[in-house]
């Protein structure tokens, strides 16, 4: 069954530094999604993509988040100066139809931890 | 503004009984509802998605049903093994681009 792939599993950096994050959706889904996860909170939305731009970011996803799909097949997510409560899982989904009919393929996350 | 809560928080249960995992959502305009399985520290993985048009989703032991009028969907686990033992989270899309709107989880133990 196709995967959502995302690397690194587990990335620890210091404050103020980037990073990026790294996904691979399903080859022939066309929506992109990331959302996070603070530890022991819910799942929420960052940004939606399509069509090689943002469709819909949330309050959070501010001016240092960006998003970016450079090749055709990765989608990733760089936050340019991290703080500590950044530290979350992050996931990647995609969809071939925006979710109505075939709902979202999630990717395994990526834990980052900011220290 | 969709709003998604899941009861129980918290369920602990022996071995081999059968159990039902709640989802409510405010905003009945949905086109599907999905239920997720976390496993602590790791990914989101699809067990069934129910479209808005249907009633009931099955897959293996676990049975999904959906009644958009009342805002609810319920996820029922027969013969829960400890396998099972998982956070389950229920989701809505909503939105402009149908993002997924989560509810805060179901912490579900099994006692073998």
């Known amino acids: 069954e196709p995967e959502v792939t995302q690397t690194p599993s587990h990335q620890v950096t210091q404050m103020g530094q980037e990073v990026i994050l790294r996904c691979v959706p399903i080859?022939?889904?066309?929506?992109f999604y990331w959302y996070r996860q603070i530890l022991g909170q819910k799942v929420e939305f960052l940004v939606s993509?399509?069509?090689?731009?943002?469709?819909?970011k949330s309050e959070i996803f501010d001016d240092q988040f960006s998003v970016e799909r450079p090749d055709g097949s990765n989608f990733t997510l760089k936050i340019r100066s991290t703080k500590l409560e950044d530290s979350a899982m992050y996931f990647c989904?995609?969809?071939?139809?925006?979710?109505?009919?075939?709902?979202?393929?999630f990717g395994s996350g990526t834990r980052l931890t900011v220290v | 503004k969709q709003e998604v809560t899941q009861i129980p928080a918290a369920l602990s249960v022996p071995e081999g009984e059968n159990l039902v995992l709640n989802c409510s959502f405010t905003?009945?305009?949905?086109?599907?509802l999905q239920w997720f399985r976390q496993d602590p520290g790791k990914g989101l993985t699809s067990l069934l998605l129910?479209?808005?048009?249907?009633r009931e989703q099955t897959s293996g032991r676990l049975n999904a049903s959906l009644d958009k009028s009342s805002g609810r969907s319920t996820l029922y686990i027969a013969a829960s093994q400890p396998g099972d033992s998982a956070t389950y989270l229920c989701?809505?899309?909503?939105?402009?681009?149908?993002?997924?709107?989560f509810g805060t989880g179901t912490l579900l133990a099994v006692q073998p």
């Open positions: 989904a995609s969809s071939p139809d925006r979710g109505t009919a075939y709902g979202y393929t």
């Open positions: 080859s022939n889904h066309l929506y």
């Open positions: 993509f399509y069509n090689n731009e943002i469709s819909e």
């Open positions: 905003d009945s305009a949905i086109y599907n």
């Open positions: 129910i479209q808005s048009s249907q």
């Open positions: 989701a809505v899309p909503g939105g402009a681009t149908n993002k997924l709107i």
